[in-house]
Each structure stands twice: as structure tokens, then as C-alpha cells.
């Protein structure tokens, strides 16, 4: 018995998960996926806005403000790649009668409405003085100081580690197959067991409206929306110093070009709605789109060092009835202790601290929970050997031989690295091994020759950490195994 279920291990349902670890309550968290940030929370520009896109009164608007103010400290507290490197709104020529420079000073205005300070327009010369490589259409741009990057699956895995840290339970690779509501319970059959809970926290992105569904007769409808993006070589990576928007559509905010804070540099996404929620593919129109849209951006654009491209889908939230396309955020009227986080797209990622904090806030309302005095707010990611000066490497090689270990030769990845990921709480625990675990913690594989070399080494080492024959090693779980059996039996060789 758990006096809170919370379906759905990604950004928002991790964040939720360690807001309620404050308190003395026993939660699990449950993820139909063999990992935290497999859905939406992996595939994303990895954008922290600033607050100015959405409409003032809206939920958008305010947990977009109220989550970027967070990340500074958040950042201290839970160790995560995060760069408040500002953004830019792009405004062309090619418009009647400055019709786009004036949707910027829109923009602007909705910005101060929604509680920011330090916007401004810059024109001409300042302008391509803060980014060099702008378009030389470009003739002005909303600054909004209060912009930043971030690594979406990194403060996902940041979260959720701290969470187990501090006693929440997670349950990977375990699906909601159907919840009823009996008495003050709510019971539900998953795909491993059936579990009894107080509350339900409903933070299943894409498969929100199903869970929703599954209790309320207010019914809620999710259309993914697929965002192809390219990424390019480290080489690359300062191209640009800001993040660099286009004017936003009702479709979205447009192909963006923004550095990571890995170093490489993203174009993207497109925008298209769609009907299937595991529909990934990229497409060749998809990307060409994405290369066409980033060219009205800047000067130069060198297509010949992309390295990866990749599709992630939004849940948008299909506006019917009283239902509009902003965040749902509330206990379901119909269903006492259903907590809805539908509809949770841009600015989700931003958000989602602060979505944290008001779902722990309803819970402690309704089950007035005692405070958890034993709450760390502290976790330590892993120690990258790449981060290291000269000294602090040669330092780390003398207390742990496995740093001298480089597995990963793109990204400069040690054994010590892997072997760290392999052994963390949330990892033990759920058996977390699988060459896309690792590499979304160590980056392994992500480098120019995209695991090309590493893949065979970190299958020896996965096998040989966990117990496991090498034909059981995967690549994101499940039944993804990477080696069906070996080509030769030992007596033949």
C-alpha cells in the first residue's frame, strides 16, 4: 500500500517524486519504459525559458517564470549540466512596414506581464556584435538574459536519483494497464503486480489523456506533436553563443539554433501534428526543413558536420469544451486524489520544478503528511573525466585505475565513469544496464562516431558489473538485446 502513485518517470513526474520525498509518506513511482527520461524528457531543445512566449494568466506563463527562477539553485543542490547562456527572439526585413520587429515589442510586453525585468530590443550593430553569425536579414532581437540550456535527461536522472535517495520507489518497466477508484483507493493493475494507492499523480506525458481517462468523466484528448531536430560535432558548438529563436507560431516557437551545454550545436525542431504517440522516425523532408528554417537564422550553416538527428513528441492537448491548450494542473472534480499534469508541452521542461513544488503542496493538503526531517537535498552526479584539468586527471588515475580507462575516445568516457552509472541508487535498484542508460549518464557513444568504437567494450563491462551473459545486455531494455548468441561455441575455437 503507497499513499501516492505517481505514473510517469519523467522531468515532471521525477520532479513531483522528490518534492513529496520531503515529506513522510511512501511513494512509487511507476514507468512503463526500463528508465527515467525515455519519453518527451529525453528528446527536446533542452531550453530553459525565459517567460516570455506564453500569454500572461495563464498556467503556462506562470510556471514558466516560476521554474526558471529555481535552476540556479536547483543546479547547486542536484549537480546537473545547466548554462544561463540567454536567449535571442529574431526579427528579419522581410516584413511590411516593420510588422515583425513590432511582434517583438509584443512579445517584450507579454514578458513584463509575466513578471520579467531585463528584456530589451536590440537593432543593427549591437545586434550582430552579440551574435556574429546572424543571418544579415536579421535587423533585430528580443534579449532575454534569463534564458539558459540545459541537459533535459541529465536534470531528469538528477531528480529522480535524489527522489530514491530519499525513499521514493521507482517501478521501470512497469505499465498501467487499468486503475479503479475503490473507497478511499485507488488500485492499479499493472503489467508486473497490482498496487494500492491514496493518490495518483498523473504525469504520463504523452499517455496522460489515458490515465485520465481511465476515472473521469471529463474526458482529455493528447495529439503529439513530432519535432525532428539535427545535431552538430563539437566543432561546431560555438557557432553561436545564445540560444536563437524565430518568431513563434501557434504551431510552436519555431527552428531554433542553440548550443548545448555538451558543446555540440542544435537546430530544430520542426512541428507537425500526428496521430501515433511512438511515432520517432526522422524523415528526410523533416530534416531538410530544419536545415532550410536554421539558414533564415544565420549566416553560415555547416550541414556537413552533423552528426545525429532525432525525433521527440510534444503532448498537446487537444482544446474541446472548456478544455483550452494550456497546462492541466488539478485534482480531477469528479475523482477525489486523481492530481491531472496534462497537456505539460514547452514550457514543460522549465516548468516543471515549480509544477513539482505545487503537486507536493495538493498532496500535503489532502494526506497532511508529517515533514521528512531526514531529507537531503543534495546529490552528486558522476565525475567526468572530460571536465578535469590535467592535475585533477593525473589525481584521479592515482585513487581510482579504472579513470585511466578510456572506454569512450569521442567523449573521453572512462570505465570508472560507466561503472559509477551502473552503481547508482536508481540504477541498482531497477537494474538500470542498458548502453542508452549509460550513455544518457556518461555520454558514451554520443561523440562523432556514434559508439561506432565503445559499443563492444561497454558490453564486456555491462556483463561483467551486473552478472550478466553478454547476449543479455540491451539497448534501452526490454527485449532491445543487442547479441542474439555467439557465432562459435568455445570447444570450436
Request: glycine content about 8%; some cysteine.
Amino acid at each position: 500500500m503507497f499513499d501516492v502513485a505517481i505514473v510517469g518517470a519523467g522531468v515532471i513526474g521525477s520532479c513531483a517524486a522528490r518534492e513529496l520525498s520531503r515529506f513522510m509518506l511512501k511513494i512509487a513511482v511507476l514507468e512503463k519504459n526500463y528508465d527515467v527520461a525515455e519519453g518527451s524528457s529525453k528528446a527536446n531543445s533542452g531550453i530553459v525559458h525565459g517567460g516570455y512566449d506564453a500569454k500572461p494568466g495563464t498556467l503556462k506563463a506562470k510556471y514558466n517564470v516560476l521554474g526558471q527562477r529555481m535552476f540556479d539553485r536547483l543546479v547547486a543542490e542536484l549537480d546537473f549540466p545547466f548554462r544561463r547562456n540567454s536567449s535571442l527572439v529574431i526579427a528579419d526585413e522581410d516584413n511590411v512596414d516593420g510588422e515583425n520587429v513590432s511582434k517583438l515589442e509584443v512579445l517584450k510586453a507579454q514578458g513584463i506581464a509575466n513578471g520579467l525585468t531585463d528584456l530589451r530590443i536590440a537593432h543593427g550593430e549591437e545586434l550582430h556584435t552579440l551574435e556574429p553569425n546572424l543571418n544579415d536579414k536579421v535587423c533585430a532581437a528580443l534579449v532575454v538574459p534569463s534564458g539558459g540550456i540545459v541537459c533535459p535527461y541529465g536534470m531528469t536522472i538528477a531528480f529522480a536519483e535524489n527522489a530514491a535517495e530519499n525513499g521514493v520507489e521507482f517501478m521501470l518497466g512497469c505499465s498501467v494497464v487499468d486503475i479503479k477508484k475503490e473507497g478511499e483507493y485507488f488500485s492499479l493493475l499493472t503489467s508486473n503486480e497490482t498496487i494500492y494507492a491514496r493518490v495518483i499523480i498523473n504525469a504520463a506525458g504523452l499517455n496522460s489523456d489515458e490515465i485520465n481517462n481511465m476515472l473521469s468523466a471529463r474526458k482529455l484528448k493528447i495529439r503529439p506533436r513530432r519535432g525532428e531536430y539535427c545535431l552538430l560535432d563539437k566543432t561546431e558548438g560555438t557557432l553561436v553563443k545564445h540560444t536563437i529563436f524565430q518568431l513563434p507560431t501557434k504551431m510552436g516557437k519555431g527552428v531554433l539554433v542553440t548550443p548545448t551545454v555538451h558543446g555540440n550545436l542544435l537546430l530544430g525542431p520542426t512541428s507537425e501534428d500526428i496521430d501515433e504517440k511512438d511515432n520517432t522516425a526522422t524523415t528526410a523532408g523533416g530534416l531538410n526543413e530544419v536545415l532550410l528554417r536554421a539558414r533564415q537564422s544565420l549566416n553560415r550553416l555547416p550541414a556537413n558536420k552533423i552528426i545525429s538527428s532525432f525525433t521527440g513528441l510534444r503532448a498537446t492537448l487537444l482544446p474541446m469544451g472548456n478544455i483550452t491548450n494550456d497546462f492541466i494542473i488539478e485534482e480531477a472534480a469528479d475523482v477525489p486524489g486523481l492530481i491531472n499534469l496534462c497537456g505539460i508541452e514547452s514550457p514543460g521542461l522549465t516548468a516543471a520544478p515549480a509544477i513539482g513544488i505545487a503537486v507536493a503542496k495538493m498532496v500535503a493538503d489532502r494526506l497532511t503528511p508529517a515533514v521528512n526531517e531526514g531529507f537531503n537535498p543534495i546529490r552528486k552526479g558522476i565525475r567526468h573525466f572530460r571536465d578535469m584539468s590535467l592535475e585533477e586527471r593525473k589525481t584521479a588515475i592515482r585513487n581510482k585505475t579504472d579513470y585511466g580507462h578510456v572506454i569512450c575516445r569521442c567523449e573521453s568516457v572512462t570505465k570508472a565513469e560507466i561503472l559509477a552509472a551502473l552503481r547508482s541508487r536508481l540504477s541498482k535498484d531497477n537494474k538500470i544496464y542498458s548502453l542508452d542508460a549509460i550513455k544518457r549518464r556518461t555520454r558514451s557513444g554520443m561523440g562523432r562516431c556514434q559508439s561506432g568504437f565503445c559499443w563492444m567494450r561497454l558490453i564486456d563491462i555491462v556483463a561483467d558489473e551486473c552478472g550478466i551473459d553478454v547476449t543479455e545486455v540491451t539497448k534501452s531494455g526490454g527485449r532491445s538485446n543487442i547479441l542474439v548468441k555467439l557465432n562459435k561455441s568455445e570447444d570450436a575455437q
